[in-house]
């Protein structure tokens, strides 16, 4: 099972900054936080993921608070094409050394002109 | 740069009848894995192959068979399909199974009806 909490949707104003929120309280201390979003039926795609400190790329920055029990994914700047479902997952390995993602629902973002 | 390719895109099966469906990747990646998305929800662990010889189940392995052909070739069959396993089914890969930091690379799916 998905071991992160995120609010099912959220609007942004274009070129604003998205803010999506996600609670992972029962992480481990190994355990990676990734984001991938879903754009209308595609597959997913990648965006960013970290483990403790903050991350940011071209594509987003990534904020892990100090106990690791949360984080925000930052979209600087929305535009209408960032309107996706967003993923954030706790990465899980087995035994076997498999990188296995675990996806729950997401948060349904909607950039609004 | 392909990536990862699925085949079909689209198909329609009546119940009982099988099929398989065909993903490879040309990124030279070890770890491959199949999921399933119905309407409206996230997507689910169907089987992954860590590593070229491996297979292991993952949440909902019922009514499916994988074989990791070879290292870029992962497919999933279903035997005797059943209307519950409409759904849009995605293949991923990654680049190493253990201490790996990489994210997967998503194949564009294969929407399954069965009636």
């Known amino acids: 099972d998905a071991k992160t909490t995120q609010p099912p949707s959220m609007d942004c104003a274009e070129g604003r900054a998205a803010n999506l929120p996600c609670n992972h309280s029962?992480?481990?201390?190994?355990?990676?936080v990734y984001w991938y979003r879903q754009i209308h039926s595609q597959g997913p795609q990648y965006i960013i993921h970290g483990l403790k400190n903050n991350e940011t790329n071209e594509m987003a920055s990534l904020i892990i608070t100090e106990d690791r029990k949360s984080s925000t994914l930052i979209l600087p700047h929305a535009t209408l094409r960032d309107t996706a479902v967003y993923y954030c997952i706790v990465r899980v390995i087995d035994q076997t050394g498999a990188n296995n993602l675990f996806f729950g629902t997401g948060t349904r973002l909607t950039v609004i002109p | 740069n392909a990536g990862v390719t699925q085949t079909p895109k689209f198909q329609v099966l009546k119940t009982g009848q099988s099929m398989t469906l065909q993903c490879a990747q040309d990124?030279?990646?070890?770890?491959m894995y199949w999921y399933r998305q119905d309407p409206g929800m996230g997507l689910r662990l169907i089987y992954y192959?860590?590593?070229?010889?491996?297979?292991d189940k993952g949440e909902v392995p019922n009514g499916y068979n994988v074989s990791r052909l070879n290292k870029r070739e992962f497919s999933l069959r279903l035997e005797s399909a059943a209307p519950s396993q409409t759904s849009v089914y995605f293949c991923a890969s990654s680049e190493a199974p253990t201490g790996s930091r990489e994210g997967y690379t998503f194949g564009s799916g294969t929407r399954l009806t069965v009636v």
């Open positions: 192959s860590a590593s070229e010889g491996t297979t």
């Open positions: 990124m030279n990646h070890n770890s």
């Open positions: 029962t992480i481990s201390g190994n355990e990676y």
